[in-house]
Nanobody, 115 residues
Framework: QVRLVESGGGLVHPGGSLRLSCLMS????????MNWYRQAPGNQRELVAS???????DYVDSVKGRFTISRDNVRKTVYLQMNNLKTEDTAVYYC?????????WGQGTQVTVSS
């Protein structure tokens, strides 16, 4: 059974930084594209960043140049470095694989950007 545990969220001022982590327990982490998603209150979950098993990264336009996704296949962990945070980045952040059938969702980690 796959389990995803996100951590690293918190309350930051605009312009601040956070580094999110997502630890996966189970098999086949290294063979999957890994994604970070976020969901703000009243909104649908949106894809923010993805990284292939070969390390190619892609981002939604709103975070390009500010967020960096990375992965450690040995530790089965995917990271999201978030810099120059804006109030509109406030959301619960989740990770999951980029596949038709996602793994069971974790609890997410809350990111709040506020002055």
């Amino acid at each position: 059974q796959v389990r995803l545990v996100e951590s690293g969220g918190g309350l930051v001022h605009p312009g601040g930084s956070l580094r999110l982590s997502c630890l996966m327990s189970g098999s086949f982490f290294s063979s999957n594209t890994m994604n970070w998603y976020r969901q703000a209150p009243g909104n649908q979950r949106e894809l923010v960043a993805s990284i292939t098993n070969g390390g190619r990264a892609d981002y939604v336009d709103s975070v390009k140049g500010r967020f960096t996704i990375s992965r450690d296949n040995v530790r089965k962990t995917v990271y999201l470095q978030m810099n120059n945070l804006k109030t509109e980045d406030t959301a619960v952040y989740y990770c999951n694989r980029g596949a038709t059938t996602p793994w069971p969702w974790g609890q997410g980690t809350q990111v709040t950007v506020s002055s």
